[in-house]
């Protein structure tokens, strides 16, 4: 099937293509990217009738061998119905964005993110194995961010972009950490493997954080609540990339994960009260919201959100009516709400404003944007003959079947009160946009031009396709999806007319509720504007972003002073604490085995050693300070004597003579030095770390002291002395035999260094 | 014990011997050369750099040889040395327009580069602890000197002073250690220390605890993991921009070379109540590193807290202690370096005369001044952020796997969490070069052609270890099986 790589990768050539294409197309470029994405649909559709026979396709590429790791591009049903979604929805909107593009602005650029981010999408859905999927997951969040910021110009596109990024790549990470712990228990990344091993990761001690971890992931990327709050920033992206991405398309990765993930996670009470109750939940808060809402961007924002809950929870529901229902709905979505973001965006382009309060009564001066908005808004309001009524008396059936718990009253009564919120703002949509009072846009309104009105028609014109002849849609797209989420073969009933029944009754009190919340929507949208405004979500992620940057600034002053003396201190405290903790940790005796009483002289020089080191601490200043500190060295050298080391006692008195005389010549050359007045908790910590550091020097010395020593090389030089160098003076024969090229880099060293300051004395004469 | 007749393994010591006369020869040659002839220098020096990476790859494969029981040259050196070799002939690419333009002492920079590669030789092909402290001080003595080369900025002379300073503490700590070791053990031999603690018993003595510890701080000092990093950002900041490259690429992979050879050698298997606190250092190295890089206005600092950040990455591999985990270090190693001295190209080219430390807000608008420096800065940031296509990713993905193969989930959890944090300070690099209005006075520069041949390999490189990990992993793998399990 060599079609299914070319059909991956055809987009990411596009891409390449266009900038270059964009030089001789000019303003045309907008074709090339649609037909791109037409051919991407077209060849797709190849595939649809073995698909629809119940077939798999698979390519494999290999990959990355030693991690078992092939790229596998799989097709069936689930990712063939999204493939098709991305590539059409994609030719229309970027046939609309043709138009929707100012000709001022760099079609070029705008086309090849577009197609760039229509071919990771195309990743995410076709490839069956999870690193690569998450190799694409982050590309769609990457060219979003690209997209979302296409007026880069402006603070809130840079502010939404930098939002949508960071939400929705974070819990892309969270997503992987769950993939590397998924590939743990089931020993692969392949897809269908895993898919293969529900039982198995179900019954993992893992399953819970593979659950909570991927989840999370797929909250973010679907905007569910709580991390709904990036969408309506970045719907100040340009309109039909909000269409694209915010509504048909990539909101809809979470959404394909959690289905694509069904058969190895799903059917625990977990799944149930996390996706469906995050689900149910992100239905009414976005509805909610949407409501409130003046700006008719941020309406759909909100009602995408909340859409989107709507059709996790049937997935979350777990069960194969669920199931069904919820990728129905996912149709329905795709093409109401992709219709009503290119309504909304005609209005705008007319009109110069997005907002409810400047518009009104529009109806007569765009008589066609009126009847598109019209018939998706229907849908989305879940009214008949309409696609939006099928898939909503399904999602009431389907939660009627929920049979745990609190679930089982909770889940039906938050569906109609989510429903009904629904239904209320589609209402407020068309009425305040075409119906009452006219408002007074910036620009005279009159219709769009035709070239923009096409692709809304023919999103428009599928909701009653939907709705009225629902089964040809269950026989070739969503059969073939029902049966890959669950891996077996769905019983699929579509109609318009169930009969009556619960579901029916809950449609009547859905509307009847609608009804009665829409005349509070200004009094909702002031008091969310009162509430909102202060405590939000977006509070949160704005404070959490300062308190980072703060904590950034914080670590860098007070670790980083640029002091040499602070950093000494901090390796120093450091490493006394090692030192100490080692010793207490492991109950290292200090005590030396044997030991035998100080002699009286001993004492003496102990006692002066310790009397010289203090003066030295309390010397005014530091030519006293150097002198006393020679002192102490002279009296250490004494104490090697008595000791019987007079080698010892020789190198040490040697060393500290020359180190005082080139101290005492340095100081004699520097300006005078006054000690700063040091404060007195200054002072006390400088003791206190003195006094830590040595005693852990005081600590090893003892610890180490009474080890078991190796036996010492004197022993072998006496010996070899005159059989191996001909020698009787043992120092001469090392010094000359033994290590004879030791001392030939030293004696060359030496030269050399005698050379340098040669050198630079003869310099000095010259100046 | 005999003392004469060691039959030395002159081919084992090609490679070095090599490197040597080319550092000679660029320090000779440099007398006879006018002022005006001095790139020539650049040019014997890479010339000598690509025969030795060519004796190398030919060699690699090849059995493993041992020199005087001082140096051991297997695939795993074999593969450090390409590794240094590549850092040097990038750094020295990138070195040629900024040493002309300071205009002094050139030489001097080129053979000093090429005598601290071949520090970072030594210690990969180390078989002694002797061996470790000697590549550390041939690596170190010339970087004190090559931080210092701009004798009349302030800054550059400050970030020699301190880093001479803080790295003789660090040479210090190794041979305290060293010599504790060897008091406890009675050898300096990898070999040797491993075979006597390999029986647990030894590890009880506090000798070997203290020396070991004194050997992994100064190690720690070197891959400047926290608390032992406060040297890096500021002498980072203050040497010549080539200069921190090669040192923000080279030396992290020097000391991880020795670090990854002491561990696999002498301190294999490593008692399980020495894992924590390895696991508190790279907690806090990752930590610290990304928040504070996260305020830094200043780029190159920005890069240098980052490159502690990547510390912390590497150091978790250094805990999961597997197989998978050192061979993820390895190709780290690669992609850390190309990405580094990638930017830091970006950072030279765009570098104006006098302004050693450029601040982020010069960088506005350059994807519209230069699309090319913008894209390749670009495609850097977003491998060094760990973003998918990139090496960056596939890099981190190993060493994660590698972690959580070997349960450390947790540990894992929080590197992905700082890896987040770091998405933010990577891509504002990305959204002032695109995003921001360009400012005026700042005219688009000509590129040298040096410049860009780094630029193209370092993108590609990256571009193709995102893509196609496949040949280098299975270097890496090797290389690491040659001398460990």
């Known amino acids: 099937m060599i079609l299914l790589p070319v059909v991956l990768f055809a987009p990411f050539v596009g891409a390449a293509l266009t900038p270059l294409l964009a030089r001789y197309l000019g303003r045309r470029i907008g074709w090339w990217a649609a037909a791109v994405a037409l051919g991407n649909t077209l060849a797709l559709l190849t595939l649809l009738p073995s698909v629809v026979h119940g077939d798999t396709l698979r390519f494999t590429i290999p990959w990355v061998p030693l991690l078992n790791a092939d790229l596998t591009i799989l097709v069936d049903g689930l990712s063939l119905f999204f493939a098709l979604l991305i590539s059409f929805a994609g030719c229309l909107i970027m046939a609309y964005g043709r138009f929707y593009l100012d000709p001022r602005e760099e079609h070029g650029k705008f086309f090849a993110y577009m197609l760039l981010f229509m071919g990771s999408m195309l990743g995410v859905v076709l490839i069956g194995n999870l690193i690569a999927l998450f190799v694409f997951w982050e590309l769609t969040s990457f060219s979003s961010f690209l997209l979302i910021g296409f007026w880069d110009r402006r603070e809130a596109s840079r502010y939404g972009a930098t939002k949508a990024l960071l939400i929705t790549a974070g819990g892309g990470m969270a997503m992987l950490i769950g993939f590397i712990l998924l590939q743990q228990v089931t020993g692969s990344w392949d897809l269908e493997t895993i898919l293969r091993q529900g039982d198995l990761i179900r019954a993992s001690s893992l399953y819970l954080p593979i659950l909570g971890l991927v989840f999370l992931g797929c909250m973010t990327k679907s905007a569910q609540t709580p991390f709904h709050i990036w969408l309506p920033n970045a719907m100040e992206a340009p309109t039909p990339v909000s269409a694209y991405l915010h509504s048909a398309t990539m909101v809809k990765a979470g959404l394909y994960l959690v289905a694509r993930l069904h058969p190895a996670l799903s059917g625990t009470e977990a799944w149930l009260y996390l996706v469906g109750g995050v689900g149910i939940l992100t239905l009414c808060v976005g509805g909610f919201l949407a409501l409130g809402q003046d700006d008719l961007k941020a309406l759909l924002a909100y009602s995408t959100v909340s859409q989107l809950g709507l059709i996790m929870a049937l997935y979350g529901l777990g069960t194969s009516a669920g199931v069904v229902a919820g990728s129905f709905h996912l149709m329905n979505h795709a093409a109401f709400k992709a219709g009503l973001f290119l309504c909304v965006g005609m209005v705008e382009h007319e009109t110069g404003t997005r907002r409810l309060s400047q518009l009104g009564g529009l109806w007569r001066a765009m008589p066609w944007t009126a009847v598109f908005t019209l018939v998706s808004a229907a849908a989305m309001a879940g009214l008949p003959p309409f696609g939006g009524f099928v898939s909503k008396e399904l999602f009431y059936g389907a939660t009627l079947d929920v049979n745990a718990g609190g679930a089982r009253i909770l889940f039906p009564i938050l569906a109609v009160a989510g429903s009904a919120l629904t239904f209320a703002y589609s209402l407020r949509l068309v009425y305040g946009v075409f119906f009452g009072r006219p408002g007074k846009p910036p620009k005279h309104p009159h219709e769009a031009p035709l070239g923009m009105r096409w692709s809304p028609l023919i999103l428009a014109a599928l909701n009653p396709l939907l709705g009225l002849w629902p089964n040809s849609v269950g026989h070739f797209l969503l059969g073939p999806m029902a049966a890959a989420i669950l891996r077996h073969g769905a019983e699929i009933h579509l109609a318009l007319w169930h009969g009556f029944g619960w579901p029916l009754l809950m449609s009547a009190m859905t509307i009847a509720a609608g009804l009665f919340i829409y005349p509070a929507r200004s009094r909702i949208q002031h008091w969310q504007e009162e509430v909102f405004s202060r405590l939000s979500l977006d509070a949160i992620y704005d404070g959490s972003l300062r308190v980072l940057s703060q904590s950034g600034r914080g670590v860098s002053l007070s670790l980083q002073s640029g002091f040499l003396r602070r950093y000494l201190l901090w390796i120093f405290s450091f490493l006394s604490l090692v030192v100490f903790s080692t010793f207490i940790w492991d109950r290292v005796s200090l005590l030396p085995a044997e030991a035998r009483s100080v002699l009286s002289y001993e004492g003496i020089l102990l006692i002066l050693t310790l009397v010289t080191s203090i003066a030295v601490v309390l010397a005014p200043r530091p030519l006293p300070a150097v002198i006393l500190l020679g002192g102490v060295g002279y009296l250490v050298g004494i104490l090697f004597i008595v000791l019987y080391a007079p080698d010892l006692a020789l190198t040490q008195i040697l060393i500290e003579t020359v180190s005082l005389i080139l101290f005492l010549l340095v100081i004699y050359r520097l300006p005078p030095f006054i000690p700063e007045q040091a404060s007195r908790g200054r002072l006390l910590r400088d003791g206190l770390l003195a006094t830590a550091v040595g005693g852990a020097v005081a600590a090893v010395i003892l610890a180490t002291a009474g080890q078991g020593y190796f036996p010492s090389i004197a022993e072998f030089f006496l010996r070899e002395s005159v059989p191996g160098g001909g020698g009787r003076n043992v120092v001469n024969v090392i010094l000359i035999d033994f290590r004879g090229y030791d001392t030939l880099g030293e004696v060359t060293v030496l030269a050399i260094a005698l050379l340098g300051v040669y050198t630079l004395l003869a310099k000095k004469d010259t100046r | ?485």
Not at chain 2, 20 to 37: C, I, K, M
Not at chain 2, 402 to 428: H, M, N, Q
Not at chain 2, 443 to 449: F, I
Request: include cysteine; aromatic fraction near 12%.
């Open chain 2, 1 to 485: 014990m005999s003392v004469t007749g060691t039959q030395l393994d002159w081919g084992g010591m090609a490679p070095f011997l090599l490197l040597t006369a080319t550092a000679l020869g660029t320090l000779l040659l440099d007398l006879f050369l006018s002022p005006r002839h001095r790139v020539r220098l650049a040019y014997l020096g890479l010339t000598g750099l690509l025969i030795t990476m060519a004796l190398l790859v030919h060699g690699f494969g090849g059995q493993e040889r041992v020199v005087a029981e001082m140096l051991i040259v297997d695939d795993f050196s074999r593969f450090f040395h390409l590794v240094f070799l590549l850092i040097a002939a990038l750094t020295i690419l990138v070195s040629v327009k900024s040493v002309e333009q300071e205009g002094t002492h050139q030489g001097e920079y080129y053979t000093l580069v090429l005598f601290a590669t071949l520090g970072m030789m030594v210690m990969a092909s180390a078989a002694d602890l002797i061996m470790v402290f000697l590549g550390l001080e041939a690596l170190s003595i010339p970087l004190y000197i090559l931080s210092g080369f701009l004798r009349g900025d302030v800054r550059s002379n400050e970030s020699a002073l301190k880093y001479l300073l803080l790295g003789a503490f660090a040479s210090a700590f190794l041979l305290y250690g060293i010599a504790f070791l060897y008091g406890a053990v009675g050898s300096t031999r990898l070999k040797s220390i491993a075979a006597h603690l390999g029986h647990g018993a030894a590890w009880e003595n506090p000798l070997v605890f203290l020396g070991v510890g004194l050997l992994l701080v100064g190690l720690a000092f070197k891959v400047a993991a926290v608390p032992f990093h406060m040297w890096l950002p500021d002498v980072y900041e203050g040497a010549p921009t080539p200069v921190t490259a090669f040192m923000i690429a080279g030396t992290k992979a020097a000391a991880f070379s020795a670090l990854l050879r002491v561990f696999g050698t002498a301190l294999s298997p490593l008692p399980p109540e020495w894992i924590p606190p390895l696991w508190v250092v790279a907690l806090l190295t990752m930590g610290v590193g990304n928040i504070a890089a996260l305020t830094q206005q200043s780029i190159k600092r920005m890069l240098a807290y980052s490159s502690i950040a990547h510390a912390g990455y590497l150091l978790v591999a250094v805990v999961a202690g597997t197989s998978r985990g050192f061979s993820s270090i390895l190709f780290y190693l690669v992609v850390y370096a190309f990405m580094n001295l990638g930017a830091f190209a970006v950072i030279i080219a765009l570098a104006r005369q006098g302004e050693e430390s450029p601040t982020l807000s010069s960088y506005a608008g350059l994807g519209f001044r230069h699309p090319v420096l913008a894209f390749s800065m670009a495609v850097f940031m977003f491998s060094l952020a760990g973003l998918p296509p990139t090496g960056g990713f596939m890099g981190k993905f190993y060493i994660f796997s590698a972690a959580v193969e070997a349960d450390y989930v947790g540990l894992v959890i929080i590197a992905v969490v700082c890896s987040l944090i770091s998405v933010f300070f990577y891509l504002r690099v990305v959204v002032v070069m695109y995003m921001e209005e360009p400012r005026e006075g700042h005219s688009s520069p000509v590129l040298s052609p040096a410049i860009l041949v780094t630029l193209f390999l370092a993108t590609a490189a990256i571009l193709q270890l995102g893509l196609l990990p496949a040949g280098v992993w299975d270097l890496a793998v090797r290389s690491v099986q040659s001398f460990w399990g």
